[in-house]
């Protein structure tokens, strides 16, 4: 089955630690994305790579950070300097950047206490 | 402002068509029109998403008006599945964005 993958679903840190989100897609898209949302809003985007090696920073990449070695994967690291880090992030991959839907994963649901 | 404007709710009886309205009064010719919906505590599902003419496919329709500053996803027979938070998103040209707003919570009562 083709798709996007999150782990983990839940995750729990202290404040102070970095934290690192996985997400791995085998739909051979070129485009990975990581976006944020916070209870009753829309998402928010954090970063993208629209090719292995590259990505470009979103509306708020403040305090987070990533990387694209392989194509498939595209893990976003919550550093300690994120002021607001609980809330539930999501990956999403799509064929290139316009004009082509979205697949997203899971989610990720990151509590910092 | 690129965000899309969309009622908060609506409610609609299971097997009736649903008319979900969307206003991009800024939107520019080259822009698209994404739908994604949503489930709690899920990642957005993709619906539908055009540039210019209407679209249809197997989920639904989306009607976009001729000066394109509004759209309206159609949803032929909700179902309860159907239940949702309908997000009508801009892409603009300039760039990769998808710009999601708050949302239309739909409720279908059965």
């Known amino acids: 089955d083709g798709g996007i993958t999150q782990s983990p679903k839940y995750l729990f840190r202290k404040e102070g630690q970095n934290v690192t989100l996985s997400c791995e897609q085998n739909?051979?898209?070129?485009?990975m994305y990581w976006y944020r949302q916070d209870p009753g809003q829309g998402l928010r985007l954090i970063y993208y790579s629209q090719i292995v090696n590259d990505f470009q920073k979103g509306d708020i990449a403040e305090g987070y950070s990533v990387s694209r070695e392989k194509k498939e994967s595209f893990p976003l690291t919550v550093t300690s300097a994120q002021k607001n880090p609980t809330a539930f992030y999501l990956c999403a991959s799509s064929s290139a950047l316009r004009g082509h839907e979205q697949y997203f994963g899971p989610g990720t649901r990151l509590t910092v206490t | 402002d690129a965000k899309t404007t969309q009622p908060n709710s609506m409610e609609s009886n299971e097997e009736e068509p649903v008319h979900l309205p969307c206003n991009h009064s800024?939107?520019?010719?080259?822009?698209?029109i994404h739908w994604y919906r949503q489930l709690p505590s899920q990642g957005p599902e993709y619906v539908i998403h055009?540039?210019?003419s209407n679209v249809n496919n197997r989920m639904a329709s989306l009607a976009i008006a001729e000066d394109r500053k509004s759209s309206t996803l159609i949803l032929h027979r909700a179902t309860l599945r159907d239940a949702a938070v309908y997000y009508c998103i801009r892409q603009m040209d300039s760039s990769y964005k998808l710009i999601f707003g708050s949302g239309t919570r739909l409720l279908v009562r059965p």
């Open positions: 800024t939107i520019s010719g080259t822009d698209y």
């Open positions: 055009g540039l210019t």
């Open positions: 739909l051979n898209h070129d485009a």
